[in-house]
Nanobody
Framework: QVQLVESGGGLVQAGGSLRLSCAAS????????MGWFRQAPGKEREFVAA????????VYADSVKGRFTISRDNAKNMVYLQMNSLKPEDTAVYYC???????????????WGQGTQVTVSS
């Protein structure tokens, strides 16, 4: 079992940066692949990025490639999402999630955090 808590969201102007953090509890954290998803009002939850248990493999949605970077620190049970060059269309609630493998679909993830709001003003 793993429990996840996101932090780091907020209000930022377009072109700015934010770093989201996800703190995990549970000794099995390092065995999980981790992902970030987001959900805007009236829209379905969409994949943002994922990272393998070792950190050696990462996958990004085309919409964030080159702007966002996912990373993890297994010693600290932490996952991060560095978001640069933010756009108004990045506005959403961002969730971290844990899965047995790297996957771009929400259904593959067993554990979810409560989410953190990111708002990008134009």
């Amino acid at each position: 079992q793993v429990q996840l808590v996101e932090s780091g969201g907020g209000l930022v102007q377009a072109g700015g940066s934010l770093r989201l953090s996800c703190a995990a509890s549970g000794r099995a954290f390092s065995s999980y692949a981790m992902g970030w998803f987001r959900q805007a009002p009236g829209k379905e939850r969409e994949f943002v990025a994922a990272i393998s248990w070792s950190g050696g493999s990462t996958v990004y949605a085309d919409s964030v490639k080159g702007r966002f970077t996912i990373s993890r620190d297994n010693a600290k049970n932490m996952v991060y999402l560095q978001m640069n060059s933010l756009k108004p269309e990045d506005t959403a609630v961002y969730y971290c999630a844990a899965s047995k493998w790297v996957a771009p679909t929400p259904g593959e993830y067993d554990h979810w955090g409560q989410g953190t709001q990111v708002t990008v003003s134009s």
